[in-house]
């Protein structure tokens, strides 16, 4: 009887690690390889693009849980966010972002940007209000308005938009992992199974890094 309860007991606890342990991710479904894959710009590190646009509400509905994500990142990973540009319209956001990043203001305020598009109406696609709402965070407006009009900060928007449309991106968010594979909350059917396929693709990558082969 004993023994019985025992047997009983492991099979639950082996049920319980079953379901808790992450469904394997599997191409086609969870996420697609990349037709053409691109060289990285991380060097030794994987890397892990996002792409995104201020303005785009699931980006900022995932911009919370994804920050939060790239804090667990492997030391041998890195992210590089990149704003897609798909028309004219969406270009002054990608200026922002590449504005802010060259002034080293990304971390304070990327995610002010976000709530200033979605939660707070704020057109900062008009540059008026762009510098008056830059000047309330603080930062040197003629500093940022010299850097936003750059030609510097122009072609980096330029390059971005074109690397989206080499991986052939129709949409955001999109995130690929290593040049080599593309997934997307849609594709894995929420937030939470992005990050577990996320992770998976991660350690694939690095397995592939390594020669190793890989399912």
């Not at 009887?1 to 079953?18: I, P």
């Not at 002010?112 to 309330?136: C, P, Q, R, S």
């Amino acid at each position: 009887m004993f023994t019985r309860v025992l047997a009983t007991f492991a099979a639950a606890l082996l049920s319980l690690s079953a379901f808790a342990a992450p469904d394997e991710a599997f191409v086609g479904h969870d996420y697609t390889v990349v037709k053409n894959a691109q060289p990285v710009a991380t060097g030794k590190k994987i890397e892990v693009l996002e792409f995104f646009w201020y303005r785009c509400p699931h980006c900022f509905q995932l911009e919370p849980s994804l920050s939060a994500w790239l804090k667990t990142l492997p030391k041998d990973a890195q992210v590089r966010r990149v704003p897609a540009v798909f028309r004219e319209d969406w270009m002054p956001a990608a200026k922002i972002f590449y504005s802010l990043e060259q002034m080293g203001l990304t971390d304070r305020l990327h995610h002010k940007v976000f709530d200033a598009y979605n939660v707070e109406n704020i057109n900062l696609n008009d540059t008026a209000v762009l510098g008056t709402w830059i000047a309330k965070q603080g930062v040197d407006r003629k500093k940022f308005e010299a850097i936003y009009n750059s030609f510097s900060t122009q072609s980096k928007a330029t390059q971005g938009a074109r690397l989206a449309s080499t991986y052939a991106i129709n949409g955001v968010p999109t995130l690929i992992i290593d040049g080599n594979y593309l997934t997307t909350p849609g594709m894995t059917a929420g937030e939470a199974r992005m990050f577990d396929v996320l992770d998976q693709l991660i350690v694939k990558a690095r397995a592939e890094r390594a020669g190793k082969k890989t399912r």
